[in-house]
């Protein structure tokens, strides 16, 4: 059973940034594709970014030349830098492979204030 762990959120004013990982165990997720997520209170959860195996990336239109996704096979962990952070971005974000692994971590809570 794999178990995914989001770490590295936090609250932070307009125009800044935060890295977050994730890291899993349990199972390697080396030939998998990587996604970001995430859920706005009252929202459903969205996909936000993805990266294959092999390093290619696709972002939604809203993070666009603001996030950048990326991993680390050999840590079993991904990642996800976030710059220019909007009110908007406020959210709880997850991880997981895609097609998605079952059970999904706990998350981690983004909070950008204006």
């Known amino acids: 059973q794999v178990q995914l762990v989001e770490s590295g959120g936090g609250l932070v004013q307009a125009g800044g940034s935060l890295r977050l990982s994730c890291a899993a165990s349990g199972r390697t997720f080396r030939f998998n594709v990587i996604g970001w997520y995430r859920q706005a209170p009252g929202k459903q959860r969205e996909l936000i970014a993805t990266?294959?195996?092999?390093?290619?990336?696709t972002y939604t239109d809203s993070v666009k030349g603001r996030f950048s996704i990326s991993r680390d096979n050999a840590k079993n962990t991904a990642y996800l830098q976030m710059n220019g952070l909007k009110p908007e971005d406020t959210a709880v974000y997850y991880c997981?492979?895609?097609?998605?692994?079952?059970?999904w971590g706990q998350g981690t809570q983004v909070t950008v204030s204006s």
């Open positions: 990266i294959r195996p092999g390093g290619t990336t």
């Open positions: 997981n492979a895609i097609p998605n692994f079952s059970s």
